[in-house]
C-alpha cells in the first residue's frame, strides 16, 4: 500500500485543507474496499509538532506521526496556510528540506492553494509552473522570481508536483489526484458523494484584478491610477508616458518590471474587470458595458473578455449577477 502524507506544518494551516484531503481519500480507500479491491493509499496527517494550533487557536490538529519519523512517503499534500508568509516559510525550513529529500526518493507533492509558497521555498519549482491563489500572485512573484506563475491555471502538473489555485478550487485538485492513483470511476463517485463539480480548469472568473501597485515606482503608479480612472476615454500608451514624464521605451520597461504586464495588457485588464462590474450589477446591455469601457468593436471585447475571464459576457452576467 502507498502512503499519502497530508502535512499539518507549523504554524496557522488552513483545517478545511487538511480535514477534507483527509476525508476525500478515505472515501476513495472505502469504495475501492467496497468493490473487493485494495485501498490504494495508508492516509496520515504528518506534522511539525504533536500538536498545532490553527485558526487562530479555535482548533487544534493532533498529527499522526512527525515528519521527522518518516523515512518514505509516495505522495505529500500541503495544506493552505493562514499565516503571513515570511515567517511561516522561515518556521517550516526543517519541513521543507524534508520535502525536497522525500521528492528525489520518488515521492509526488501536490500543493493547495497557498501551500505553494511552501512548496516554492523548496526549491523544486524553480523554472516550473505553479498556481496559487489570486490575491496571493503579487506575493508569490516577488518572493519566488524564478517560478512561472500561471495566475490562471486550476491545476498544474509537472513533473510529479502539483499546484492548484485558490479557495475551494483545491477540491479539483484532489479529484485530479484521486482519478490518477484510483480510477475515472471513484473521482467521480467523490465528486458526487462530496457535491463537487468535476473538470474545472480555471480560475480565472473568480479574480480580482486589483493590479500589483507595491512595486514603489511613483511613475507607473500614477500610469496605473490615470487608466483605472479613466478606463472608458481612448488612452494611447505614448500620451500615457509623456503624461508621467518618461519616455515611451523606458516606461514600457518600467511598467512591465512594475507590473508582469505590458501598459497595452494592464489597460485591457482594467477595462474587463470595470465591465465585470457592470454585468454583476448593472442593468445595461452588454453593448452598452463594452462602450462604456472603451471598446467599439464587439468581437475584440468578447474575445478579450473571455481570454481574460474565460467566460463570454453574457455567460459572466448568468454566473455572477446579484
Known amino acids: ?3 499519502l502524507s497530508v502535512l499539518v506544518p507549523s504554524g496557522d494551516s488552513n483545517l478545511i485543507s487538511i480535514v477534507t484531503t483527509y476525508n476525500l481519500f478515505l472515501k476513495a480507500n472505502e469504495r475501492f474496499q467496497s468493490l473487493g479491491r485494495p485501498p490504494v493509499f495508508q492516509v496520515r496527517l504528518v506534522g511539525c509538532s504533536a500538536e498545532e494550533d490553527v485558526f ?5 490538529i493532533r498529527p499522526h506521526e512527525s515528519f521527522q519519523a518518516v523515512r518514505r512517503t ?22 521543507a528540506e524534508w520535502i525536497t529529500r522525500q521528492y528525489k526518493l520518488g515521492a509526488e507533492i501536490a500543493s493547495l492553494c497557498t501551500g505553494a509558497f511552501l512548496l516554492a521555498s523548496t526549491g523544486l519549482l524553480k523554472g516550473r509552473k505553479c498556481s496559487t491563489h489570486w490575491m496571493a500572485a503579487s506575493s508569490f512573484r ?3 522570481p524564478d517560478v512561472r506563475l500561471m495566475e490562471d491555471r486550476l491545476i498544474t502538473a509537472e513533473k510529479g508536483i502539483y499546484t492548484n489555485g485558490g479557495g475551494f478550487s483545491f477540491l479539483n485538485l484532489l479529484l485530479y489526484l484521486i482519478e490518477k492513483y484510483y480510477d475515472r470511476e471513484t473521482a467521480i463517485y467523490c465528486s458526487k458523494v462530496f457535491e463537487i463539480e468535476m473538470d474545472r480548469n480555471t480560475q480565472s472568473p473568480f479574480i480580482i484584478f486589483t493590479g500589483q501597485k507595491g512595486h514603489g515606482d ?20 505614448d500620451d500615457l508616458a509623456s503624461r508621467v514624464g518618461v519616455g515611451r521605451r523606458n516606461f514600457d ?12 495588457e494592464y489597460l485591457q485588464r482594467v477595462r474587463v474587470e470595470t465591465a465585470k462590474k457592470c454585468l454583476e450589477t448593472g442593468r445595461e446591455t452588454v453593448a452598452e458595458i463594452m462602450y462604456s469601457v472603451g471598446y467599439s468593436d464587439s468581437r475584440a471585447f468578447r474575445r478579450t473578455f473571455k481570454r481574460v475571464t474565460g467566460l463570454s459576457p453574457v455567460e459572466y452576467r448568468g454566473r455572477f449577477t446579484h
Open 1 to 3: 500500500m502507498k502512503k
Open 253 to 264: 520597461r518600467r511598467f512591465r518590471k512594475a507590473t508582469a504586464n505590458t501598459p497595452a
Open 142 to 144: 516577488e518572493l519566488f
Open 56 to 60: 487562530g487557536g479555535l482548533f487544534c
Open 218 to 237: 511613483q511613475a507607473i503608479q500614477d500610469a496605473q491610477l490615470y487608466m483605472e480612472r479613466h478606463a472608458g476615454e481612448e488612452i494611447s500608451v
Open 74 to 95: 509516495d505522495l505529500m499534500i500541503i495544506p493552505a496556510t493562514r499565516e503571513e508568509f515570511g515567517p511561516y516559510l522561515k518556521k517550516n525550513k526543517p519541513l
